[in-house]
């Protein structure tokens, strides 16, 4: 089974930087993913590692190693609107590559 | 971005009815959808593997015969909660990838389910 643990909450300034950890305990791996989800919205797409190392997309950088089954979300440069909870998603290795979800980390963006 | 459409985004439906949430890829051919349930402030549970042509993969605690999943087509996937009774009442989302980007899980907008 899957099993991704996540700091349940966290609150940071405006303009900070804040990181989310996420640890893991796979029986297969393909790939781990990070989704931004506001209040009674959907969640939307902002990263993924499928290769140990960082990768960067604007404001949102996110990291992965593999052998320390962990990776982590950075935030930069924090606005109001980053306001969301913020899961990690790992593939899995099997024939559907499904995905399970972390427990989820609710960020609190204050002025 | 590839688009999901979900279709009710709220029910309310009275207790033993059966009510059908449809998912729909608007601009690419999804040969597999997932079909998540969220409970308050909680993760997303992953609840089946909706495959087209085939019969879905439930995960284990799931009632198969409760949550009935259909997928006819490459774009569409539906999921019937039969007899629905107060505890099905929650938030659930559908998600489909296309099949040369899987590492990306394109939701609805997600269905909130209230039964009184």
């Known amino acids: 089974g899957q099993s991704l643990e996540q700091p349940s909450e966290v609150t940071a300034v405006e303009g900070a930087i804040v990181q989310i950890n996420c640890t893991y305990q796979?029986?297969?791996?393909?790939?781990l993913s990070w989704y931004q989800q506001h209040d009674g919205g959907a969640p939307t797409f902002l990263s993924y590692?499928?290769?140990?190392g960082l990768e960067e997309t604007g404001r949102f950088s996110s990291f992965l190693s593999r052998s320390d089954s962990y990776g982590y979300l950075l935030l930069q440069e924090l606005q109001m609107k980053d306001s969301a909870s913020y899961f990690c998603?790992?593939?899995?290795?099997?024939?559907?590559?499904?995905?399970?979800f972390g427990t989820g980390t609710k960020l609190q963006v204050i002025p | 971005g590839a688009v999901v459409s979900q279709h009710p985004s709220w029910v309310i439906c009275k207790s033993g009815t059966s009510v059908k949430i449809e998912c729909r890829s608007l601009d690419f051919q999804a040969t597999t959808m997932f079909w998540y349930r969220q409970f308050p402030k909680q993760s997303l549970m992953l609840m089946a593997t909706s495959n087209e042509g085939s019969k879905a993969t439930y995960e284990q605690g799931v009632e198969k015969d409760k949550f009935l999943i259909n997928h006819a087509s490459l774009t569409l996937s539906t999921l019937t909660v039969t007899s629905a009774h107060p505890e099905d009442s929650s938030f659930y989302i559908c998600s489909a990838q296309q099949p040369l980007a899987k590492n990306i899980q394109y939701f609805g907008a997600g269905t909130r389910l209230s039964v009184l």
């Open positions: 590692n499928g290769l140990d």
């Open positions: 998603a790992v593939r899995d290795s099997g024939g559907y590559q499904k995905v399970t």
């Open positions: 796979t029986s297969g791996f393909y790939g």
